[in-house]
């Protein structure tokens, strides 16, 4: 005997028996000695976290609730894959499928519900799938990677999921749905039918009023006919109409089941020693197919279990979903009715659809569809029946607008007016006042509180509102969440999550970059345009298509903008060195185009100040004409090389460093960055070139060549690090080109290396330079390809006539006294 | 000729997301602007801040972004947006027959 403590054997081990088991220990760790029996061989798992897996968005471990060490954390004796076939109620003890026989002194049922399979002629044959386990999904993924054609019978929301994720893995999907619109339960039809829209653009076949008769195919699933006599080809066929409450097992232990497994206030069964709880329950005739009620069930039946019981009184529900990337969000009842008021809210060019439904001073229900955000607010204002008479006419327009403006322009002040029972995390069931208790005892990040409660912790659509409640409750104590920080207010999404869908959802264009990642403003900011254009041209550099518009004005027009609207012109000079002839059309240039001011820059070259914008091009083509190409002074690019005169003069020179300054710019010029990246050459220690505070540096010695990174002279001056030491000029380049495309490729836009070298880690990028001898040559060969694209002078091209607009006015009216006069 | 509206160029010659500026008299410019959805507006090409040239902001939604200081300014109202106060002149604009259309008087009086 492992321990005298009363036995709680848990029949179910997933969202439900965990939770229940959660709660448990969170109220007292010591009553029980717990032991989870489950069908599936694995650990516990977020079922509702399905459709990203199949989408491709997450993976297994994504969706982990409690892994391992969870189990063994609190003792738990987890028999996974051997579920329980029988119970004793008389002798009190459960009997595996492997006749394993334990006793318990309660049991909780939590089998959950199994989909419905419609017994239409054919819905046996081999193809016929549904949609409730990771065997589901493993069947859909083997046929998508077949391809072909897929059925998707039911129209709900795990059809459309099942549906969404068999079309991203190439599959031609076809929807069947008996009702005339998609989700008639949870939307309304305008709602209804804006999705099927949206789905159907996607390329989806979305059949509506269509009743199936059979399934055919010889051996295996070759298509569906409808009643109608229409036929459509399938390789699979997902059964997706619904699900019932799994109560096999309770009915076979003579347990009293209506329609589901029957519970009191305290989820306990017929029999006292059996709690039930989750989808395979019936309580107050109710019967629930979502997650919310599961989390207030749980707490009610741990409550009643080891503390104090409070009794669950029903749920009322409410469904924020994404369905295929698309927002989604109902709650109470939107079929209207004598007394009831509708307030309607469309927004074509949005895509956005808005109604709440108003009785008697009450908010009764609401349908949000496209933008969702105040889902919350609206289900809050519901379950409260709050009158709403006073916010009536700015109702619509969700809480910011409704609260006076206020709140949208301080989110603090927005979640410090929350209720403490007002729900943050729909995902896991989290309300305010338990991130705030998680914070209170000691969480003080976005991870920690995803650890402690889970809120934010499954699809991430609150981390927002996480950090938000940080904010509020630390003050100026909450740091902030550097380190996985929306790239801006139009997403979610961090940098790396951005670049990382670029890559695997092969993204080429700004607008399908935001269409894809649901970026919440119609085309973006001046901080995430930008930042989308690097990351895109950086992925794809043989097929990216500039977009002038996502570009600073400075990258834009080729020269930098000064205060008062004219440009800085600064021609490069290789390493620094330049001619007499060079020198003279630079002069004449600088009188040609009344340049107010000529001034020696820090990187070695001359400026040419006071420069008009309709002058840009005629002033570049003088300088081209002089053999003379962009500087890039004013990009997130290659700056400049700096170099001292080396062993050619210099009597301690020990390399030729100006060589070598001259060869690594000709490498590296033209290379869009995340930011300005310097490079500088010195021939000795003494470091005339100042190699020590520039993004990668080389000092010269007399057996090589130091490589340095990371150094900036800028607001916050830092030292860079020795990353190694090599032996010839060759391997200087070929380190100083690996660098850059690993800062190219991994740091976030508008970093500079400095912090993205503290960030990382020096170590991190030693591994990746100096240690992995094939990645650096990766590394590099992918930097010297995107340099093929990347090497065109950029004057040259305007000069030439290319985009002329963006130095002409788009009109002129002369002479105005005329003109005006008359 | 139209006594309210001067005809100043097919709406093609405006880049989405961009803007193009129009010299009037007094050596101060107007920057006219076209959104992602087609709809066109103009302004005095000052940034009410530190007068940065508008018309070389980056454009998202109805909004500019001014390319010295980052101070956003609305299309519509020529308010800062934001923590920011401040306002441009917002001038008279229209489409019609796939010609841009300016407030004449503004345009041939100068701005300011």
């Known amino acids: ?822 | 000729m139209n006594a309210e509206w001067l005809d100043i160029g097919p709406v093609d010659q405006l880049p989405a997301l961009g803007a193009r500026t129009l010299p009037v008299q007094g050596g101060e410019e107007i920057a006219i602007f076209r959104t992602a959805n087609g709809s066109v507006y103009a302004l005095v090409n000052k940034c009410p801040h530190k007068h940065g040239p508008l018309s070389q902001g980056i454009v998202h939604d109805t909004t500019v972004t001014c390319p010295l200081h980052n101070w956003r300014i609305s299309l519509i109202t020529g308010e800062a947006l934001g923590e920011d106060e401040g306002c441009v002149p917002v001038i008279p604009v229209k489409i019609d027959g796939g010609r841009i259309l300016i407030g004449r008087a503004a345009a041939l009086a100068g701005v300011m």
């Open chain 1, 1 to 822: 005997m492992m321990s005298n403590k009363p036995h709680l054997i848990v029949i179910g081990n997933g969202m439900a028996g965990c939770r229940a088991v959660e709660e448990i220990l969170a109220r007292d760790g010591d009553t029980f000695r717990i032991s989870i029996f489950g069908a599936e061989p694995r650990v516990n798992y977020n079922r509702i976290m399905l459709s990203p897996l199949l989408a491709g968005e997450k993976s297994f471990e994504d969706i982990i609730i409690n892994g391992h060490d969870w189990y063994q954390d609190n003792q738990i004796d987890l028999v996974s894959g051997d579920p329980v076939v029988a119970v004793d109620r008389a002798n009190k003890t459960i009997t595996a499928a492997s006749g394993r026989v334990e006793h318990y002194d309660k049991l909780l049922i939590a089998t959950g519900s199994d989909p419905f399979i419609i017994p239409v002629p054919g819905h046996k044959l081999p193809g016929v799938i549904t949609f409730r386990d990771m065997d589901d999904v493993g069947a859909m993924l083997e046929a998508a990677n077949r391809g072909g054609d897929a059925v998707v019978i039911g129209g709900g929301l795990l059809g459309l999921e099942a549906a969404h994720g068999l079309s991203l893995r190439g599959m031609k999907v076809t929807v069947i749905h008996l009702m005339p619109t998609l989700m008639e339960r949870q939307l309304d039809e305008a709602a209804g039918w804006l999705l099927k829209s949206a789905l159907e653009s996607r390329g989806q076949t979305i059949l509506t009023g269509a009743d199936t008769a059979e399934i055919y195919g010889d051996g295996k699933v070759e298509g569906v006919r409808l009643k109608d006599g229409r036929d459509i080809p399938a390789t699979i066929v997902v059964m997706a109409v619904g699900i019932r409450p799994n109560t096999k097992l309770a009915k076979e232990t003579g347990l009293a089941v209506g329609r589901g497994i029957q519970v009191d206030d305290d989820m306990v069964t017929s029999d006292a020693d059996i709690l039930a709880v989750g989808e395979c329950v019936e309580h107050d005739g109710n019967v629930y197919g979502l997650v919310a009620p599961l989390w207030d069930m749980c707490r009610s039946l741990a409550a009643g279990l080891v503390a104090e019981p409070n009794g669950y009184r029903g749920s009322v529900t409410s469904t924020k979903l994404k369905v295929a990337g698309l927002d989604v969000f109902s709650a109470g009842d939107f079929s209207g009715g004598e007394g009831c008021e509708d307030i309607v809210l469309r927004d074509a060019t949005r895509g956005v659809y808005k109604r709440v439904i108003v009785k008697d001073d009450r908010l009764v229900g609401a349908v949000l569809y496209g933008d969702t955000a105040d889902g919350n607010w609206y289900f809050d204002l519901l379950k409260k029946e709050e009158d709403v008479s006073s916010i009536r006419d700015a109702l619509i327009f969700g809480q910011a607008f409704a609260s006076g403006g206020g709140l949208s322009a301080n989110p603090i002040e927005a979640v410090a007016g929350m209720a403490d029972d007002a729900e943050v995390c729909g995902c896991n069931g989290v309300t305010k006042g338990q991130v705030m208790a998680c914070i209170g005892g000691g969480a003080t990040s976005l991870d920690a509180v995803r650890a402690g409660c889970k809120a934010s912790a499954s699809c991430g659509s609150c981390t927002g509102l996480v950090e938000n409640i940080l904010a509020f409750a630390m003050g100026d104590d909450y740091a902030g969440e550097r380190e996985n920080k929306p790239m801006c207010k139009c997403t979610s999404f961090t940098h790396e999550d951005v670049r990382k869908a670029i890559i695997d959802k092969e993204l080429k264009v700004i607008p399908q970059v935001m269409q894809a990642l649901s970026w919440s403003t119609p085309d973006g900011c001046s901080s995430c345009r930008p930042a989308l254009n690097y990351y895109l041209l950086c992925a794809w550099p043989g097929e990216h298509e500039e977009d002038p518009q996502s570009r600073f004005v400075n990258e834009r027009m080729h020269a930098n903008i000064q205060k008062d609207g004219t440009y800085s012109v600064v021609p490069r000079m290789w390493g620094g060195v330049t001619t007499p002839n060079e020198l003279r059309a630079i002069a004449d240039a600088a009188d040609k185009y009344n340049a107010r001011m000529v001034k020696v820059t820090g990187g070695q070259r001359l400026d040419l100040f006071g420069i008009k914008k309709e002058d840009l091009p005629s002033i570049w083509a003088d300088l081209n004409a002089a053999g003379m190409v962009s500087g890039h002074a004013y990009g997130k690019a290659l700056r400049t090389v700096k170099t001292c005169v080396g062993s050619e003069w210099c009597r301690f020179g020990t390399q030729d460093s100006t060589g070598l300054g001259i060869k690594l710019e000709h490498m590296t010029w033209g290379s869009w960055m995340p930011h300005k990246f310097k490079i500088a050459v010195s021939g000795c220690p003494r470091n005339c070139a100042e190699a020590t505070i520039k993004d990668f540096g080389v000092i010269c010695v007399d057996s090589g060549y130091e490589l340095l990174i990371g150094g900036n002279g800028g607001i916050h001056l830092r030292g860079t690090d020795l990353l190694c030491k090599v032996s010839t000029e060759q391997e200087a380049m070929d380190y100083c080109a690996a660098f850059i495309q690993l800062y190219r490729e991994e740091a976030r836009y508008l970093d500079r290396t400095a912090p993205w070298v503290e960030r990382v880690g020096l170590d991190y990028v030693k591994q990746r330079i100096v240690e992995d001898a094939t990645g650096r040559e990766a590394l590099r060969s992918r930097f010297l390809y995107a340099q093929s694209f990347l090497q065109i002078d950029p004057w040259a091209e305007r000069a030439a006539g290319k985009e002329a607009h963006l130095h002409q006015h788009i009109a002129e009216i002369r002479p105005f006294a005329v003109v005006g006069g008359h």
